[in-house]
């Protein structure tokens, strides 16, 4: 009877352990905004961000953080996301960690986190994001978008495609270019179809159209606007909205599309800790993705609108497992489309 009653008491202060330590991880997760200001406050009044975003984006966005959260200065790390990911690595092998946050492209938020280096844990604001965008150390900040777009003088109006899967169709046959890089469209088709056989049947039948390649997604959409192209599947939506409003005979769709990912996440052993989560929370809360919207970018957040018409009304992410597997999905694109 004694060990019963002992046994059981071990189970009741265990399950009150348990509450207690749950309840304060959930504190720390609801945590108002504000108290972690004030705890940021405590720390050195700057942030470290190595953030790839452009200078016209963050001269824009970055001063709507500071004023909200005066005393919090961001040192604005400025490089391409690639240098970003390659400083933060180095660094923390010679031993010091100087970033407090990474921003770029998810396959270079990838890179960081597979040398050990990101914080597996997500702001309290991630809740008002689907699963394919966020995983247990990053959460979209930001996208870019792949679609089909076409001249208008050279497309009929009965034409028009509307789903990336129409410029299969033989009518498009010598009409179409295309990024070579651009491996994005065969996930995209994966995802659609959750079948890498029928994604691979699309593209076969679009490479016999003898699709025409050039480098940049710019390049593409003034070929497009020139006349020298009809159509284009690989195509950015944000590069059409301005130039349709200066009245470039160019048109595109968004009924679905490739979403390419800007990540943020915050390093282990950051220098300001308290400061990296604040920044952390506030660009994935309501408030900081429409500053990115006003600022020029196209915010992940699904209740939050674009200040242009580029966000397709179905998204196929490309996730950290489809990076992860990029160069298979790489190889089968350029088979496809016989790319060295």
């Not at 963050?58 to 959260?69: L, S, W």
């Not at 400025?78 to 010091?96: C, F, N, Q, Y």
């Not at 295309?178 to 179809?193: C, G, N």
């Amino acid at each position: 009877m004694y060990a019963t009653r002992y046994f059981s008491a071990l189970r009741v202060g265990a399950l009150v352990l348990s509450t207690l330590l749950f309840a304060g991880y959930v504190h720390a997760q609801s945590e108002p905004i504000d108290e972690v200001y004030k705890k940021a406050l405590k720390e050195e009044g700057v942030l470290n961000c190595y953030c790839s975003l452009a200078q016209i984006n963050a001269e824009r966005i970055f001063p709507v953080f500071e004023k909200r959260f005066p005393g919090i200065r961001i040192n604005h790390v400025d490089a391409t996301a690639d240098k970003l990911a390659a400083r933060a690595i180095a660094e923390a092998r010679g031993g010091r960690v100087i970033a407090d946050v990474v921003e770029g492209g998810l396959e270079n938020v990838v890179r960081v986190y597979e040398q050990g280096l990101l914080l597996e844990k997500l702001p309290p604001e991630a809740a008002d994001y689907p699963a394919d965008l966020k995983g247990s150390y990053w959460l979209a900040n930001n996208m870019i978008f792949f679609i089909g777009a076409w001249n208008t003088k050279l497309v009929k109006k009965e034409e028009e495609p509307k789903v990336l899967d129409d410029f299969a169709d033989p009518r498009w046959k010598g009409r179409l270019i295309a990024e070579p890089r651009d491996a994005e469209m065969l996930i995209a088709l994966m995802h659609k179809y959750n079948s890498m056989e029928k994604a691979r049947a699309i593209l076969t039948k679009i490479a016999a159209n003898n699709v025409e390649f050039h480098k940049g997604h710019s390049q593409l959409a003034e070929l497009l606007v020139a006349g020298q192209a009809a159509a284009c599947f690989t195509c950015y939506s944000h590069h059409y909205p301005r130039r349709m409003k200066k009245g470039a005979p160019v048109g595109y769709f968004l009924t679905e599309g490739a979403g390419g990912i800007v990540a943020v996440a915050v390093l282990k052993g950051a220098p300001h800790p308290n400061t990296a989560w604040l920044f952390a929370r506030w660009a994935a809360s309501e408030e900081g993705q429409k500053s990115y919207s006003k600022g020029g970018r196209t915010p992940a957040h699904p209740k939050v609108e674009p200040t242009e018409k580029v966000r397709p009304k179905t998204i196929y992410p490309v996730g950290a497992e489809d990076i992860k597997q990029f160069a298979k999905y790489e190889k089968v694109w350029k088979e496809i489309f016989q790319l060295r």
